[in-house]
């Protein structure tokens, strides 16, 4: 049972519009947010995080937007740039509860110039 | 800040050979480190959490004797796979978390295995 899940396994986007990747989660303990960016062969970056007594959190172009009723948060990147392509996996964690994460099967983001 | 290193970066082993993966915090002390493999297109797999001077903690289906696991010190956690076969052939990767931090992991750049 996947608690984590990212319904778009790619996402093409035109450089310089806004980039909207999705996530959707089951667990109502999750109480803590981040999004996380790989390229091939490389380990995830953090890249920005939410608390649950947010709904919203922005860090430059990147947005990340929590809406705890519908148990769905979604990170928006703009304008998007190619350098942005990428893998984008969000988790899911339980603070408190040992700092582990339980991740989405990523999105797949190309940015066309 | 919160950089962690792993390595190797890639290794290439005859079936039956032992290899070890090492993972190490930089610049900060990791009380907690963790150990994922990747399938080709898929989402990161927990292993095994690990606890400075503790046990590993393994997740459900990952033989702890075939993927060693030690915490040493705050800032090195090494898995060694054992008598590797082509099957153990993926990406692993490591991260390290900070007890003060929000839940943030910070990932190596993962060791790519391929066992011939």
Redesign the interface.
């Known amino acids: 049972d996947q608690q984590v899940k990212q319904n778009s396994p790619s996402l093409s986007v035109q450089e310089g519009r806004i980039s909207i990747l999705n996530c959707d989660y089951t667990n109502s303990m999750f109480d803590y947010f981040l999004w996380y960016k790989k390229y091939p062969a490389e380990g995830p970056t953090f890249l920005i995080s939410i608390s649950s007594i947010k709904d919203k959190n922005e860090d430059g172009r990147f947005t990340v937007f929590l809406n705890k009723s519908a148990k769905h948060l979604s990170l928006h990147i703009v304008p998007s740039q190619p350098g942005d392509s990428a893998v984008y996996f969000c988790a899911a964690s339980v603070r408190d509860a040992g700092n582990m994460l339980t991740f989405g099967g990523g999105t797949r983001l190309m940015v066309k110039p | 800040g919160?950089v962690?290193s792993?390595h190797p970066s890639r290794v290439i082993c005859k079936s039956g050979t032992s290899v070890k993966i090492e993972c190490r915090s930089l610049d900060f002390q990791a009380t907690?480190m963790?150990w994922y493999r990747q399938f080709p297109k898929?989402?990161?797999m927990?292993m095994a959490?690990s606890n400075e001077g503790s046990k590993a903690t393994y997740e459900q289906g990952v033989e702890k004797d075939k993927f060693l696991i030690n915490h040493a010190s705050l800032t090195l956690s090494t898995l060694t796979v054992t008598s590797a076969h082509p099957e153990d052939s993926s990406?692993y990767?490591?991260?390290a978390?900070q007890n003060l931090a929000?839940?943030?992991?910070?990932?190596?750049?993962?060791t790519?295995l391929s066992v011939l």
């Open positions: 919160a962690v792993q907690t963790f898929q989402s990161l927990l959490t990406f990767i490591c991260s978390s929000k839940n943030i992991q910070y990932f190596g750049a993962g790519r």
